[in-house]
């Protein structure tokens, strides 16, 4: 294994042709020879090279409708030879094999045709099989060839030719090998994935195929000893991770995370009126309707004002000026929204260091799909949450039947609870959270410590009572004990919305009754952890 390798002799296949005339010119203007296959081979004709096709190295002809061209012993030896083994080099003399010292290739379009709905037999065709087994072979023997995969390798490469000659060095071709097996492995997760989920319909498979790419290096993760970096599927970005940042700093891990629940959470509201939905620490401190989205946002900010210092706004609609002027009263780490108009984004102009984050369509919440989560050892792969439930879903246990306003208020609450940190409480009223309660150990002290900041809010607001009195509330799982109902009661909620399935159920029903309480079962929990 040489440090430097001076390139005389280039074998081209590429299904992208960005990049290649400039490194063709490049090649040419070192003395390379130009090897290449069907459109590539076009292509740099057409940009005036003389160029050798495959065939004419095999000696066999492109057969198959081109899918047998490139899987022969005189390219595959080419690149596999290695140059300082005499019974190699010995080999390749006795049956006509040239070396072959770079490969440029990438593959055939697949994860694209995927993407573009095509047919079955179109997916199949575009699965490329000589292009991965020329990038193996060039990567395995680094040491004497170098392999591109990606036009944006090309500069790179050019570069190294002009600064040694015509040659490239070993930590170069290192570089550029590991890059080619992480790329053919992504495209055989892509492959795979496909096969498994759309193709024959499986939700776990027996090997899951994950493929992400780098898409940035972010400033350090959860805390500042801890280093971070955002990954992509190879279908492309979608929800927090595909939205365009108009200004502001550049997003950490926990912005990124909290911008996500926060961007699930308001796309409950995406086919609603006006929605505000305001995050800290991954948990809501305030959602809210509103005739307006400075409306919504006033009344979202309203139920917990001191916990919306330095969190996460999201808006289901357009960002206009007032609302603007609402949110930038004080300090917020991030806003995301669907768009915003000129006087929105001038508002925010003068906020330098707020991130503003415009999504586009706002993401489906009932879309299916799969959640992992790295535990010691392993990874936990469930589907979404994507559960709902409606009026008709919920069974009335008490006595009393809830009003038409207490069913407002539970369907809100029960959609707001979903998206909290478990043990789960929220109390809502009039569209928007009056408490929330999120994370505790037991489900009593989430529903105490909901009520207690309602009372904060109302103190701070200046208001006669807290929202919690005629507010209904929501429980994510059963209330194990009636002492959680009794407290929701105590803080004046009138009407409870909860899965239902514990053994004390009829305790709990029955502390509803004695209360005078609505209660309705939903059959469906929400754990989030």
Not at 10 to 33: F, N, P, Q, T
Not at 53 to 64: F, H, Q, Y
Request: hydrophobic fraction near 45%; glycine fraction near 10%; proline fraction near 4%.
């Amino acid at each position: 294994m040489s440090d430097t390798v001076v390139i005389r002799r280039a074998l081209l296949s590429v299904s992208d042709k960005s990049g290649l005339e400039a490194l063709a010119a490049a090649l040419v203007r070192h003395g390379v020879e130009l090897v290449s296959t069907g459109g590539t081979a076009a292509a740099l004709r057409g940009y005036g090279h003389d160029v050798r096709d495959v065939a004419e190295l095999t000696g066999s002809p492109e057969m198959m409708d081109g899918r047998v061209k490139t899987l022969h012993p005189r390219v595959h030896g080419g690149l596999l030879a290695l140059r300082g083994d005499a019974a190699h080099v010995a080999a390749m003399a006795d049956n006509g094999i040239v070396p072959i010292d770079l490969a440029v290739i990438n593959l055939y379009p697949f994860a694209a045709t995927v993407a573009k709905g095509a047919a079955r037999d179109e997916i199949i065709e575009n699965i490329d099989i000589g292009g991965p087994a020329m990038v193996r072979s060039s990567a395995k023997n680094h040491g004497d060839v170098a392999i591109l995969t990606d036009p944006g390798q090309y500069a790179e490469l050019i570069a190294a030719l002009n600064a040694n000659d015509g040659a490239t060095d070993l930590a170069l071709r290192k570089r550029l090998a590991a890059a080619a097996f992480a790329h053919t492995a992504a495209y055989d997760a892509a492959v795979a994935s496909w096969f498994a989920f759309a193709d024959q319909g499986e939700q776990f498979p027996a090997v899951l195929p994950v493929a992400l790419t780098r898409a940035d290096t972010l400033r350090y993760g959860e805390n500042p000893h801890q280093s971070a970096a955002l990954y992509l599927p190879q279908t492309g970005a979608r929800g927090v991770a595909a939205a365009r940042q108009v200004q502001g700093k550049e997003l950490s891990y926990n912005n990124l995370n909290d911008a996500d629940g926060a961007l699930e959470l308001i796309a409950e509201f995406r086919d609603s009126g006006p929605a505000c939905a305001i995050i800290k620490h991954a948990n809501p401190c305030g959602v809210a309707t509103g005739t307006t989205l400075a409306e919504a946002y006033r009344a979202a900010f309203d139920c917990d004002p001191v916990s919306a210092f330095g969190g996460i706004i999201a808006v289901n609609g357009r960002l206009d000026g007032p609302t603007a002027e609402a949110i930038a009263g004080i300090f917020t780490e991030v806003v995301i929204a669907p768009d915003a108009d000129g006087d929105a984004l001038a508002v925010f102009a003068a906020k330098k260091n707020l991130r503003l984050l415009l999504t586009g369509e706002l993401p489906d919440p009932r879309r299916p799909g799969l959640t992992l989560r790295q535990i010691g050892g392993g990874m936990l792969v469930q589907s979404r949450d994507n559960g709902a439930v409606s009026r008709g879903d919920c069974r009335v246990v008490t006595k009393r039947a809830p009003t038409e306003a207490e069913w407002a208020d539970m369907l809100f609450a029960w959609t707001v609870a979903r998206h909290v940190k478990s043990n789960a409480i929220v109390y809502a009223k009039d569209g928007a959270t009056a408490g929330i309660g999120a994370g505790q150990m037991s489900r009593l002290d989430s529903t105490r410590i909901a009520a207690v900041k309602a009372g904060d809010a109302a103190r701070t607001a200046g208001w006669p009572e807290a929202r919690t009195i005629g507010s209904a509330v929501a429980s994510d799982a059963f209330f194990p004990f009636a002492d959680g109902l009794i407290s929701a009661a105590e803080a004046g909620a009138t009407a409870i919305i909860q899965p239902g399935g514990s053994i004390r159920d009829a305790d709990v029903i029955a502390a509803a009754d004695e209360r005078g309480l609505a209660m309705a079962f939903t059959g469906m929990r929400h754990f989030r952890h």
